[in-house]
């Protein structure tokens, strides 16, 4: 076999793309079809039912479950504030009654005669789904969602922290292999997209935060740093959701890796343009990957076939993803056809690179990528 | 639908994995029923497919060619029944693609009813996301938050026993109402709920649960009384469930239903039911690992009573990284003979996570990933055990004379000196490159006691031999013990604890192989015996150390080879390393020397190479 499909990431200089922007019940869509929208356009809104209360009125007023229901104040249904009467007993000979208020504001869900249990629900929760990425709205479904397109630039990361953001892209080093530190950083930077080279400290990161910058993106961080930044060690590659002010996206993976030319260069001709960026990750099956995406309205470029993997074939160039040569880019020499004893001794299908150095090496085909040409 | 049993001389059976759907070929050869050929494909549940048979005919379009025998129609249905060397007699599947069975299970109390629930939906082969209970230390509104977050793919509700509590029961009902779960398959899909807790409550569950998205299945009580389980009904329910809501939802799964001759079962299901019928039908007691990239799943039968548990976040790709922040980088690197860099191995752990598709080239890197693996089976092992347990909560009538030996309830049944057979299936201990490797990771990991037969899964067809059992028990039996499992030998190991170097047991054996010595506390031997050799071996233990019939006493057991051979392990139990780092590397050092584990690798080039490379 001449060829085998390898995995890539996905880095193109212009694709049309399109972003579904979904509620999470039904609500009301803002937009209509041929709609034009910016990034922050809130697009779609709903009210989620409040928080649920239980309160078990029964022991507070302590009556039987079956004579909670006569006591309310409030039947199922009716809403309440905080602090007004909620339930009120009898009391002896219409004196001594005790009055229960309520601890929340809402409305009466259940009453429960079984186990005394009252269910309040608190106010709707306001939900808003922002366009994310500016362009025209091709497609609305009803009370759900709609769909937004626009032709971009597209570079997909390998690992992130942080939900969706944008701002406008600011090359903070002079080459791909630069480490990204504090001092490359400044005030002036804040809301911005901020693209490193190599490996991005931890000090960066923090510094970043405290000048307001929306998103740094990276060649690779120390899985040390990792630990530090979200304040604990991460398990397994599910992301997306916190809230620490900043979107982290790193383009190659762990270590001190540097950004691919080509990554770096795309970045370099969008510098000043408007990106959105989201660095939730999923590795699991249905991989989500982090991405930065730039928004092509009034810039002129012509669209290119997009990368993200395809068939290993003599001559293409790949970069070697595990040890023991981590990082090393080079080109596909031969493609044996007979699985390979490897130096753990496992048997594998391999490739031979020929590596940016001149070297060859042997390296199971499982573990490289494709990169650009 | 009635089979024939009598007249079925070729089965076609498949696994639909989250990734890869394998089919093997099951052949009457002379009378005897052997698997013969394997194929596999990339499961098709995802768009642009989106139709889990795609993958399935794919799977088995690789056995039919590799077999030279027709298995499919045009169509890319099965081509039943055998006829002049096509088709096949019997098709039958299992399933856990989509993420498997999620459920999420609630009892009153955290270690009874709720511990039960727990037990039924893990023994039919679910996922557990979580487990509501009135003693969970939750307040009401965090557990409501909770379920409301889940989106389990349908809920098991128990408590109380058979006239005991309604009250608390109810109240679990009224959490789960309001919460209004959202169930994985869109808003159309109606939450399946089961019931099954005290009967004197399910008139109130009923009410309380009267919505029109949920539908409610009630069944029996999974505990009826304190000191008795009854999981069937339960665990059956669970299964129909998952056939008629479930399974109906998955793309392409309502075809391949059709396409079946017997019931689809989730695939832990159907592992879980091939170990408990060889358990039952050898009167031995096993346990069985499937250590995969996400999750690692332990099932054990100890006296007839099953129990699995899935450690969902222990595994070597994708959740590598949590195997290492669980154990400790130190608890992991205890199994590494030299030294290696923590910063450069944090960050390769993470790299592995984030690129899971990974393999180690190097032997470095092997033997690091063999260290993890042996602690995930470890902490998977260490939380079966606190899982697999004598009921919690029943009271026991004790004598005068039972002062100072009867256990309380709630003791874990799992006694690795009773282990008769434990069984490994997984990639990083099915291709492992040297069968030593695999064994040493079983007995570093499980640290069996006494005298324990070890095997792995060959190809991973026990989901496969599952449902067989379900369908033809005589043809399941008989590919299981020829074909599914390859032996690597039998582990003797003296439970105590002594000083390094004295006597620790003497043995002597005699059979198909002859030999004797003296193991002594810290040693590791291997004696090759090969896989269909026999012997008795007699050990006497030296004073404070057990080899199955008690302190310092005589024991003799039989014993079979393997591709391994026997291990005879001095090392105590439990298993210490010592804590001074070039101290356990050294220990360890003697121990890979003398179980050949790396004896065929370029170790010492390897090594200049990852030096040079660093």
């Known amino acids: ?373 | 639908m009635t089979i024939d049993l009598e007249n079925i001389n070729v089965i076609l059976a498949t696994d639909c994995g989250s990734t890869t759907t394998k089919a093997i070929l099951i052949e009457k050869v002379d009378g005897t029923y052997r698997q013969t050929y394997r194929g596999e494909a990339p499961t098709t549940v995802e768009k642009p497919f989106a139709n889990v048979t795609i993958g399935v005919t794919n799977s088995v379009t690789e056995v039919a060619e590799l077999a030279g025998r027709s298995l499919t129609n045009d169509d890319g249905t099965i081509l039943q029944p055998a006829k002049d060397g096509d088709g096949c007699d019997l098709y039958i599947s299992t399933s856990s693609a989509g993420g498997g069975l999620q459920m999420m299970v609630a009892g009153v109390i955290a270690e009874m009813t709720a511990a039960s629930a727990k037990r039924a939906a893990l023994g039919a082969g679910a996922i557990v996301m979580d487990v509501i209970s009135t003693n969970d230390k939750r307040r009401p509104h965090e557990q409501i938050q909770r379920i409301r977050e889940l989106r389990p793919d349908m809920i098991l509700i128990s408590g109380g026993t058979d006239g005991g509590t309604t009250e608390k029961v109810v109240q679990l009902a009224e959490l789960i109402a309001p919460a209004k779960p959202q169930p994985r398959f869109g808003s159309e899909y109606e939450m399946p709920i089961i019931y099954a807790g005290n009967k004197d409550a399910s008139e109130e569950v009923e009410k309380s649960l009267d919505e029109d998205w949920i539908d409610l299945a009630i069944v029996e009580n999974l505990r009826p009384k304190l000191e008795q389980e009854n999981l069937g009904p339960a665990r059956d329910k669970i299964h129909d469930v998952f056939l008629e809501h479930v399974m109906a939802h998955a793309p392409g799964y309502e075809m391949l239903m059709d396409w079946t001759d017997a019931d689809i079962m989730p695939t832990p299901g159907a592992v879980g039911d091939i170990l408990q019928t060889i358990a039952k039908k050898d009167g031995i007691n096993v346990v069985g690992v499937d250590i995969g990239g996400a999750t690692t799943d332990v099932f054990s039968v100890f006296d007839e009573t099953f129990n699995r548990t899935v450690s969902a976040n222990l595994g070597m790709s994708y959740s590598i990284s949590n195997v290492c922040a669980e154990a400790t980088m130190p608890n992991v690197l205890r199994w590494v003979h030299f030294d290696m860099d923590e910063r450069e191995l944090r960050n390769r752990v993470k790299n592995k996570m984030i690129r899971p598709t990974t393999i180690p080239q190097s032997l470095e890197s092997l033997i690091f990933e063999q260290a993890v693996a042996r602690e995930a089976l470890r902490l998977a092992y260490k939380q079966h055990k606190e899982f697999a347990t004598t009921l919690k909560g029943v009271q026991q009538q004790r004598t005068v004379g039972d002062t100072f030996s009867q256990q309380s309830s709630g003791n874990t049944i799992v006694d690795n000196m009773k282990l008769n057979l434990l069984v490994a299936s997984g990639g990083v201990l099915s291709h492992a490159p040297s069968m030593n490797q695999t064994a040493m990771m079983l007995v570093d990991a499980f640290e069996p006691e006494g005298c324990t037969n070890l095997a792995k899964d060959s190809i991973f067809m026990m989901p496969h031999l599952g449902v067989l059992s379900a369908v033809h028990p005589e043809a399941a039996s008989q590919v299981f013990e020829r074909d599914c499992l390859i032996y690597l030998g039998t582990c003797i190991a003296a439970k105590g604890v002594g000083k390094t170097g004295k006597p620790c047991f003497t043995w002597s054996l005699n059979g198909d192989v002859t030999a004797s010595g003296t193991c002594n506390f810290g040693d590791l031997e291997r004696i090759a015996m090969g896989p269909e050799q026999k012997a008795t071996i007699t050990c006497e233990p030296a004073k404070g150390f057990d080899l199955g019939a008690g302190s310092g006493k005589k024991v003799s057991h039989e014993v079979r080879g393997g591709t391994v051979g026997l291990i005879i392990d001095g090392r105590g139990r439990p298993l210490g390393l010592p804590e001074d780092r070039q101290e356990c590397q050294q220990t360890i050092s003697t121990w890979v020397e003398n179980m050949a584990l790396y004896e065929n690798q370029r170790q010492d080039e390897e090594m200049e190479q990852a030096v040079v490379t660093a």
């Open chain 1, 1 to 373: 076999m001449a060829h085998a499909y390898t995995p890539g990431l996905k880095v193109t200089r212009r694709m049309t793309h399109q972003v579904v922007r979904m509620l999470p019940i039904k609500g009301e869509v803002n937009v209509e079809v041929g709609d034009t929208v910016d990034a922050d356009k809130i697009v779609a809104a709903t009210y989620m039912p409040g928080d649920v209360y239980p309160l078990n009125m029964a022991n507070l007023l302590a009556v039987p479950p079956k004579d909670v229901a006569s006591l309310m104040l409030q039947k199922e249904g009716e809403k309440i504030e905080e602090g007004e009467p909620l339930a009120e007993t009898a009391g002896i000979f219409g004196k001594f009654k005790k009055i229960y208020k309520s601890p929340y504001s809402g409305t009466v869900e259940t009453i429960s005669d079984v186990t005394g249990q009252v269910i309040l629900r608190g106010p709707d929760i306001p939900v808003e789904v922002k366009a994310y990425m500016s362009g025209k709205v091709i497609d609305v479904n009803p009370e759900v969602g709609c769909t937004i397109e626009n032709d971009a630039a597209f570079i997909q990361g390998i690992f992130g922290i942080g939900g969706e953001t944008f701002g406008t892209i600011n090359i903070a080093v002079d080459s791909p292999d630069q480490t990204l530190t504090g001092a490359d950083l400044s005030e002036d930077m804040r809301g911005c997209v901020v693209v490193g080279g190599a490996r991005m400290t931890e000090e960066s990161i923090e510094t970043a935060r405290k000048y307001g910058i929306a998103a740094i993106v990276s060649g690779g961080m120390d899985d040390q740093d990792l630990r530090d930044f979200p304040g604990y060690d991460l398990g397994v590659a599910i992301t997306g959701s916190e809230k620490k002010g900043i979107t982290v996206v790193l383009t190659e993976g762990f270590g001190d890796i540097a950004m691919a030319t080509r990554t770096f260069e795309l970045f370099k001709t969008f510098e000043g343009h408007r990106a959105s960026v989201n660095g939730a990750t999923q590795i699991r099956a249905g991989v989500m990957r982090p991405e930065i995406i730039i928004p092509l309205d009034a810039v002129s470029t012509e669209a290119e076939p997009e990368h993200s993997g395809g068939f290993l074939e003599l001559g293409k160039p790949l970069r070697i993803i595990r040890d023991p040569y981590f990082g090393m880019i080079g080109t596909v020499k031969t493609l044996p056809s007979d699985p390979h004893v490897l130096d753990s001794g496992s048997k594998a299908r391999v490739l031979e690179v020929e590596l940016s150095t001149g070297e060859a090496v042997i390296v199971p085909r499982a573990n490289v990528e494709l990169i650009e040409a």
